[in-house]
């Protein structure tokens, strides 16, 4: 996996030229993005192949090196959706695996912003060709907390 994948376009629009509407507001490119958590210990990136989340691990001695965590293939998933976990009150975005039927837990939503599960949403949908999205009406109302 190459670092290109955690690369992210912003197409901005011009300032005011003169008189008249004022112009449309900040747009950021639908395609390929790339999200880092506010702590910046974590990102994720949905690709043209698919979503890739990796976190940032101490060296001994100083600094750090990012580790994948997560790494799937679009076509290796058949669904995604916000739920909770097994025993846990904390909502997360899970996958839900093309072989096994099983979901994997990609990411703790409260980990990410508002703006940045819009952006990733935005994303998605036009990446999988309409085929999945990420339904952040779930991230406000997932439902009830269940022992799965």
Do not use: C
């Not at 996996?1 to 629009?13: E, G, K, P, W, Y």
């Not at 011009?14 to 639908?30: F, I, M």
């Not at 990012?66 to 909502?91: A, P, Q």
């Amino acid at each position: 996996m190459s670092d290109d994948a955690f690369l992210v376009t912003v197409v901005t629009t011009p300032g005011p030229s003169g008189p008249g509407p004022d112009p449309a507001p900040e747009v950021r490119a639908v395609g390929p993005v790339t999200v880092r958590n506010r702590q910046g210990d974590s990102e994720f990136a949905v690709t043209s192949s698919g979503m890739v989340v990796r976190d940032k691990w101490p060296r001994p001695g100083g600094g750090a090196r990012w580790k994948i965590r997560v790494d799937l293939r679009w076509d290796d998933i058949v669904g995604l959706g916000f739920d909770y976990g097994s025993h846990d009150s904390v909502v997360s975005l899970w996958a839900v695996s093309a072989s096994s039927g099983q979901r994997q837990h990609i990411v703790d939503a409260r980990d990410f912003t508002r703006s940045q599960w819009d952006e990733l949403a935005r994303s998605t949908a036009p990446l999988t060709n309409g085929r999945l999205a990420i339904d952040l009406t779930q991230l406000d109302h997932p439902g009830t907390p269940r022992d799965a």
